[in-house]
Structures are given as C-alpha cells and as structure tokens.
C-alpha cells in the first residue's frame, strides 16, 4: 500500500502559467481533499470530494479547479498561477466521512513557488 | 461553524522534560477532536482521536489527550519529550453529526532540545 501519493513534490510556475497537481489512493476511501498549508495558518481547504463524480468547494476554492477523475485519483488545476498560490499543497483522503471513521491520511505535499 | 485555536505557535523544551501543547475549539454542535503530527518535510499524520466514552485518549508513542467539554478543551501532553518528537503538531475538530469538513488549528511547533 503506497497510501496518498502526489506529483510532483516541487514545482516552480511562473506568474499566468497553469498546471495539475495530481493524487491518488490505494486505501479505496471515499472522500478525497485538497489543503493548501501556509506559515502560521494551518491547513486551509480548498476543494472536496465526498464521493467519486462530486466535488465541493472548501474554504479557499478561488483560482483553482478540481476533478474527480475515478475513486482514486483527485487532481488539482491551477488554470492561471498567482504568487499568493505560492504553498505546500496536500491532498488526503478519508474512508468514511461524518462517522467515527472520518480520520484523514495525507500525502507528502507538492511544494508550489509562483515567481 | 467550528473553529480551533491553537494557543501557542511554538512550544522549545529540553528532551526528558514534560510538555502540554494546548487547544480550545467552538462549536454549537458535538464534535470528534484529533491530533495530528507533521514531521519535517512530511505530510500529516494523525497521532490520536476522541470521538466518545472515555475523555483521556493516548496514543502508542507516549502522547496523551484529555478531552474538557466544559472548558472546551482538548490539550495534548507528553510526561517526557524525545528530540524525535520534534515536529508540528495540529489540533483538528469535525462535527460527529455527519459533513465532510474537518478544521485544522494553525498548529505548535514543539522544538525538544538536547
């Protein structure tokens, strides 16, 4: 079981440029997440998928879109970079969300620099 | 709506020695509450969880939490640090009602010294 994976680990864009941060999972969990992680601010959310063919918006969706493509994989767009995207991204997963059950394993992150 | 506070950014003490890195949450509704763990260039773990019954939950690495719903607390302590415990630690709250959002503190930074 290789849990969440993500790719790439680093990426630097260039202001206007867009790109896919990819994500999957081999523990067959239902809702799928983005966060991006900022100093002193923990991790805020993005998007969401509770299930696979859904997607919601989290607390920070702006400049960014999301696609559920199967129930493994969850892949984050930013159609235009800014440099407040500058993060680390995290994308997590969890098995049954909204029962005792709806604890989160996350990837290693994506480390995004927008110049 | 939930929220939690994590009431210091960073917490420096000497291996061997006791630590309690604390957390407060709000909510109109009841809650499960977690602690996750960040080591150094890694993604989250989760360290332990309270979702009910008994109000002291541990974790297998020494770590301890005490759910307070009257103070609406919910700290996390160690009686002895390790220099391996080092790490970002965040507090974490979810309604047990049902929903899909959990919401992370801004989280400590615990810096065991040698």
């Known amino acids: 079981n290789a849990g969440v994976t993500q790719t790439p680990k680093f990426q630097v864009l260039k202001t206007g440029q867009s790109m896919t941060l990819q994500c999957a999972q081999d523990m067959n969990h239902n809702s799928m997440y983005w966060y991006r992680q900022d100093p002193g601010m923990g991790l805020r959310l993005i998007y969401y998928?509770?299930?696979?063919?859904?997607?919601d918006k989290g607390e920070v969706p702006n400049g960014y879109n999301v696609s559920r493509l199967n129930k493994r994989e969850f892949s984050l767009r930013l159609e235009s970079a800014a440099p407040s995207q500058t993060s680390v991204y995290f994308c997590?997963?969890?098995?049954?969300?909204?029962?005792?059950?709806?604890?989160?394993?996350f990837g290693p992150g994506t480390r995004l620099t927008v110049l | 709506a939930q929220s939690v506070t994590q009431l210091d950014s960073q917490v420096p003490v000497f291996e061997e020695a006791p630590v309690e890195l604390r957390c407060n949450y709000s909510s109109s509704v009841s809650v499960y509450l977690f602690w996750y763990v960040q080591y150094p260039n890694q993604g989250l773990q989760l360290l332990l969880k309270y979702l009910s019954g008994s109000t002291l939950v541990e974790s297998i690495n020494g770590f301890e939490a005490e759910f307070n719903k009257s103070q609406t607390s919910f700290h996390l302590r160690k009686p002895s640090v390790h220099i391996s415990d080092t790490a970002e630690y965040f507090c974490a709250v979810s309604k047990n009602t049902g929903g899909f959002k959990t919401i992370f503190g801004a989280g400590t930074r615990l810096f065991v010294k040698a």
């Open positions: 997590a997963s969890s098995p049954y969300p909204g029962t005792p059950h709806n604890e989160q394993f």
């Open positions: 998928s509770a299930s696979e063919g859904t997607t």
